[in-house]
């Protein structure tokens, strides 16, 4: 029998604030970074909304920001998230973090193209030999 949508909602929920408890100190996440580890890269939306209404001092919700690490919300309260950033030798600049890249968490993997001898098996389009 499937799961109604609130036991759905429910679980997802759950699974977003374990993935946003793992995000160690001095260290960011996107929305849809924690939606993909969460298992639904397609709800970075739904992972705001969570960030939004969690009051849980165990989260820490300020560690996760907007794509292109520019800071998103914070209830409203864009300065304490970013005093909160800073307070973990996270440097930000106006709205958004320095050093994104090198301060995502995970580090986004790297994409790498199929071997030319990969894309011809698979039709990828004229390679030479």
């Keep these: ?14 699974k977003v604030l374990s993935v946003v408890r793992r995000i160690p100190t001095g260290r960011v996440a996107t929305y849809g970074d924690v939606a ?8 970075a939306r739904a992972v ?3 960030m939004r209404e969690c009051r849980s001092l165990g989260v820490p919700c300020h560690r996760v920001i907007a794509a292109g690490g520019r800071l998103g919300g914070f209830g409203g309260n864009t300065q304490l998230k970013r005093e909160l950033l800073r307070a973990e030798g996270i440097l930000v600049s106006g709205s958004r973090v320095k050093e994104f890249t090198a301060r995502r968490w995970p ?7 199929p071997s030319p001898k990969r894309r011809r098996r698979e039709g990828g389009g004229n390679v030479r030999p």
Excluded: C, V, W, Y
């Excluded at 029998?1 to 759950?14: D, G, K, Q, V």
């Design 36 to 43: 993909a580890a969460a298992g639904s890269p397609r709800a």
């Design 107 to 113: 580090a986004a993997p790297k994409q790498s193209l």
């Design 1 to 14: 029998m499937p799961m109604a949508h609130a036991e759905l909602a429910a679980s997802f929920r759950s």
């Design 48 to 50: 705001g909304n969570i």
